[in-house]
T-cell receptor, first 115, second 109 residues
Framework: ETGVTQSPTHLIKTRGQQVTLRCSSQSGHNTVSWYQQALGQGPQFIFQYYREEENGRGNFPPRFSGLQFPNYSSELNVNALELDDSALYLC??????????????FGSGTRLTVV | GEDVEQSLFLSVREGDSSVINCTYTDSSSTYLYWYKQEPGAGLQLLTYIFSNMDMKQDQRLTVLLNKKDKHLSLRIADTQTGDSAIYFCAEVGNTPLVFGKGTRLSVIA
């Protein structure tokens, strides 16, 4: 059974650029959620994908968008990068529904630095 | 709305018990989780409790839930230096996983 893998692990981008982060979900999990964790903060929910459709969104602007593919892997795209977008971006896969005893399995994250 | 509060720091001596507290606001929460984050790493699920339970024990970990007060705690028995990390409580309600800001546990040898 493989866990959640994210790529790349680190990334440096310039303000105004666009970035794509990738996530492969754990085997058997068909729901993917993305979180932003700023330094010293808890992770903040960006959005969730289920069956290739967005299934819930947190308080993030439209320049944060995503995709889910038939194999349940997912991408997070951020346009017009701002300095405040610098953070650890975490992907979590899960079973559908309001939680389960299996919880949400997290990847190790992508550390994005915007300069 | 949903909000999860935790104290930010806890320091204990090796071998003592650690108790990390958390309060949440969403009364519709179904599962409550405790995650551990080590430096530079992602989140590791430690344990969970379902909302109709009062207590759950898992080896050195004991979770207590007071649903009336919306209070959750994690007790780590015989705390070791390897337990030094940031601990997050998280609730699942209408939003998938709402996290607190985390409690940084420092274990003094």
């Amino acid at each position: 059974e493989t866990g959640v893998t994210q790529s790349p692990t680190h990334l440096i981008k310039t303000r105004g650029q666009q970035v794509t982060l990738r996530c492969s979900s754990q085997s058997g999990h068909n729901t993917v959620s993305w979180y932003q964790q700023a330094l010293g903060q808890g992770p903040q929910f960006i959005f969730q994908y289920y069956r290739e459709e967005e299934n819930g969104r947190g308080n993030f602007p439209p320049r944060f968008s995503g995709l889910q593919f038939p194999n349940y892997s997912s991408e997070l795209n951020v346009n017009a990068l701002e300095l405040d977008d610098s953070a650890l971006y975490l992907c979590a896969s899960s079973l559908p529904g309001q939680g389960s005893s299996y919880g949400y399995t997290f990847g190790s994250g992508t550390r994005l630095t915007v300069v | 709305g949903e909000d999860v509060e935790q104290s930010l720091f806890l320091s204990v001596r090796e071998g003592d018990s650690s108790v990390i507290n958390c309060t949440y606001t969403d009364s519709s929460s179904t599962y409550l989780y405790w995650y551990k984050q080590e430096p530079g790493a992602g989140l590791q699920l430690l344990t969970y409790i379902f909302s109709n339970m009062d207590m759950k024990q898992d080896q050195r970990l004991t979770v207590l839930l007071n649903k009336k007060d919306k209070h959750l705690s994690l007790r780590i028995a015989d705390t070791q230096t390897g337990d030094s990390a940031i601990y997050f409580c998280a609730e699942v309600g209408n939003t998938p996983l709402v996290f607190g800001k985390g409690t940084r546990l420092s274990v003094i040898a």
